[in-house]
Each structure stands twice: as structure tokens, then as C-alpha cells.
């Protein structure tokens, strides 16, 4: 691959044409797939590695309105010009747990973190380079009389990412915030509410 005098812009542009990431994780359950964070790892190195591409993730705490966040970074860097780079961030909300179930949540946090930042640098819900956007089954075998908080965030958490957002700014309006909230404080209504919409609930 032709590499040189390119910036990072070009060179992350060349790449999401060329890494394609297929849904191989899978919900028996809610009959969905989804993509993994260690697909993406394995389909992006090789390519980042032959364009002189390196990542760099980040966390940093960050006070905001009295309250504590995480904000996430992901720095993508041209290796032929250490100065050229580009930085993609997010930010959540640390939910407080303490022990063993916080170190669970915190791994589960990070590598959501992780596939997010990967998926708005790589584009990956841009429709190429993920073809399996379409599930296969038909609407009314998904459709349940009730689904567990957890089972509705980690649907949430598999749409697009561009419906993500819209939901998250229709609850950021709703409860006048003005920061984003990770999915796993969002309202039980809300959540019971994005579930009927979408299909997943009678």
C-alpha cells in the first residue's frame, strides 16, 4: 500500500474502505447478532499496521455539573508523522459500585467504550462495513411480553449507532440534561419505552 506524504485523515479514510467487520457474536435469546470487539481488533491491525496507522485508547476523569465522568479517547496516529493525528472521545457516568460487581462493570464499560470509539472511526454502522445489518429472522419471533433491564440496554446497545444517538438526545431533552448518560442509568420507562418502539416488546 502507498503510504507515503499521506495524512492521518487520508490514510483512516483508505482504511474504512478496506476493514469489513462481520456480526459474529450472537443473543440466542432476542435472536440478534452483533459485533465484537475483538473482531474489529483483528480485521483493523493489519490494515492500521500496512496504512502507518497506531491507536492509543485513553480514560480521563472529568468533573462536570458537581459529578464525576469518565471520558474515553481514542487517539488514531500516523506513525510516519507522530504529530498527525486524530482523536475521537465519549463520555459516561461511573455508576458507584463497589467490589467485585464494580470491577465487572468497569471491564464491561471499557470495552463497550472500546467498539464505540472503534465504530466512529472505522465507520462501522455505515451499512458496508457491517453487512449483516439485517437479521434474518422475522419480527414476531422476537417479540416478547417482557425482557429484562439488562436485555433491553445490551439491544439498545446493538442498534446503529446513529439511532443510539437519537435516543440518547431524546432522553438528554426529556430529563434537561446537558450531558450524555451511558445506557446503563437510563429510566426503566425509558428503556420499556425504546423497547416497544423498536419491536422488542408486545
Do not use: C
Amino acid at each position: 500500500m502507498e503510504r507515503l506524504n499521506k495524512t492521518v485523515g487520508a490514510k483512516l479514510a483508505e482504511a474504512r474502505t478496506l476493514v469489513g467487520i462481520k456480526k459474529t457474536g450472537t443473543n440466542a435469546f432476542a435472536k440478534y447478532s452483533y459485533y465484537q470487539i475483538d473482531e474489529i481488533y483483528s480485521e483493523a491491525k493489519g490494515v492500521f499496521k500496512d496504512l502507518g496507522i497506531m491507536t492509543v485508547e485513553r480514560v480521563e476523569p472529568m468533573a462536570l455539573e458537581g459529578k464525576i465522568y469518565l471520558k474515553f479517547f481514542l487517539d488514531v496516529i500516523n506513525t510516519d508523522d507522530m504529530s498527525d493525528k486524530i482523536t475521537f472521545e465519549t463520555i459516561t457516568e461511573p455508576n458507584g459500585m463497589k467490589g467485585a460487581q464494580a470491577a465487572q462493570e468497569a471491564g464491561s464499560t471499557i470495552t463497550y467504550m472500546s467498539k464505540y470509539l472503534y465504530g466512529l472511526a472505522l465507520m462501522i454502522d455505515d451499512g458496508k462495513s457491517d453487512p449483516d445489518a439485517t437479521n434474518t429472522h422475522k419480527d414476531s419471533d422476537v417479540v416478547k411480553k417482557s425482557l429484562t433491564r439488562q436485555e433491553i440496554q445490551a439491544k439498545i446497545k446493538e442498534l446503529p449507532q446513529a439511532k443510539q444517538e437519537t435516543y440518547m438526545k431524546e432522553l438528554m431533552e426529556k430529563d434537561r440534561r446537558t450531558t450524555p448518560l451511558s445506557i446503563t442509568y437510563w429510566k426503566q420507562d425509558f428503556l420499556n419505552d425504546v423497547a416497544k418502539r423498536e419491536g422488542w416488546l408486545s
